[in-house]
């Protein structure tokens, strides 16, 4: 198992900068696929980054450009540097982890953050 723990969520103008982090205490980084989504007030829970077991990247598209995901294996930490931050982005972000197998859908992860508030509003 794992234990996720989010950070670095705040308030921001559009066109700024955030990096949120997510610690994780239990097995190593390394043997899980790592997930960020993003949840809106009355939205659907939404895909936004991932890294694979080997250390691939995904983005979902409306933040495709703007966003980087990475993870530090020695930290056993994830990250999302998010950059051109627009209103839109506005949302409580989730890391998340799966044992096995590429996947963009929440409900396919087995571990979830307690989540981190980014608000983009001038």
């Known amino acids: 198992q794992v234990q996720l723990v989010e950070s670095g969520g705040g308030s921001v103008q559009p066109g700024g900068s955030l990096r949120l982090s997510c610690a994780a205490s239990g097995r190593s980084f390394s043997s899980y696929v790592l997930g960020w989504f993003r949840q809106a007030p009355g939205k659907e829970r939404e895909f936004v980054a991932g890294v694979t077991r080997y250390g691939a990247t995904d983005y979902g598209n409306s933040v495709r450009g703007r966003f980087t995901a990475s993870r530090d294996i020695a930290k056993n930490t994830l990250y999302l540097q998010m950059n051109l931050l627009k209103p839109d982005d506005t949302a409580v972000y989730y890391c998340?982890?799966?044992?096995?197998?590429?996947?963009?859908?929440?409900?396919?992860?087995?571990?979830w953050g307690q989540g981190t508030q980014v608000t983009v509003s001038s």
């Open positions: 998340a982890a799966k044992s096995a197998g590429w996947s963009l859908l929440s409900s396919d992860y087995d571990y």
